[in-house]
């Protein structure tokens, strides 16, 4: 039997989390199964393999965590996220039912009209930074108003939401530094999110309300709670800044898209296939298992590499163009099988609107100037300065 590849790349160094693409074009070369000696994991650089281990939840576990650093996978052990069927399944129903594609229908005129204010001011400004002026307007709108959290705490959504995404990598000086604000938002989510606190007809008290009849039990509401929270707002928020700054750099593509809105489905999928917000999550493997000729062990942990995987091109011909005819719906940036995202549609449908109204509005982006995030589980901008060319009043 060959051996594995060994790697000491750090996935984890402020430029791996900036620009990780060199390091996944090294692993995809190396094999279909990494082991990256650092931190003792194995990772899963290449499309075929990350997209089989997603669809394979008996053997590719999630309920011993999906993170990097062992104390974190264990506090966080039966989560939505961080759990295995049956018992991920009765929590899931739940907390999708207002999220599930029907009920979006629903919501989007909410979404839409909102998406034309923030457009209209925006542009109107003729520049802004796209992250906290365009892009996290929407998914905090949600937060507040479907979600239903008491105001006390909305101010601090963002910080604490960064601040959890930072806990998902290894134990290192941004995973200390996230403490104080994860232990805030921990206990905003056990005592003041909670029924009498929230908005009773909002997406959290139907949690609570799902509990009284028996669907899940009452102690995984505050958690789950959060699950509307913390993988909501940044997430969507990179993807919409993400979009924009592709689209400003291929001013081609801009053009295709305001000539044929039918595109606006394909761009989000090609965008977030390129520049993935959610680069990387893990799982433990229940029992030994082969792939690509060389046998991992049982309990070892294997790292899906998203990012890496939409960017094979043993998958997609020619991966780092931006092509919006391309279409690329299978790619893995909101994962695939049990877990798969299950706030996509929300997503899509906030990404979709801003999409629509800046094709009306902007006939040109033009980047001014822009700071990457650094996080341990997150890839995007801080801020993005842009300046937009309005289009012509219709
Ligand atoms: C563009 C935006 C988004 C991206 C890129 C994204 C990405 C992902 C990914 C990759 C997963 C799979 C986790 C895994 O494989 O273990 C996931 C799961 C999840 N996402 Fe999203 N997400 C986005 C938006 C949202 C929104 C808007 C919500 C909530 C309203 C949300 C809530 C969740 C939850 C609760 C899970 C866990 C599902 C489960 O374990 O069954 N996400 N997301």
Redesign the pocket.
Known sequence: MPGIPVSDVDLYTDSARVAPYAIYDELRALGPVVYLARYDMYALPRYDEVRAA?TDWQTFS?AHG?FVDREVNAQLEGI??CSDPPE?TAM?TV?GRP?RADRMREIAPRIESEADRVVERVVGQGRCDVVAELAGHL?MA?VSDLVGLPEHGREKMLEWAAAIWNTQGPADERAAAAGPAVEEFMSFAMNDAVPGKIDPNGWAAQLYEAADRGEISPDKCPMMML??VT??LD??IL?IANMVALFAQHPAQWDLLRDDRSLIPHAINES?RLE???PQ?SRFLTEEHEIGGVGLSAGSRVA?L?ASANRDDRHYPDPTRFDITRRPSDHL???RG???????H??RLE?SALLERLADRVTRFEILRSKPMINNGLRGFDYLDVAFEPAAAQ
């Open positions: 997603l999630s999906v939505t996220l991920h899931r907390l999220l998914p949600v699950d509307y993988p909501s997430t969507t993807a977030l993935s917000p959610v999550f899906l998203y940036a909101f994962g049990e877990h798969v995202c299950v706030g996509m929300l997503a990404m």
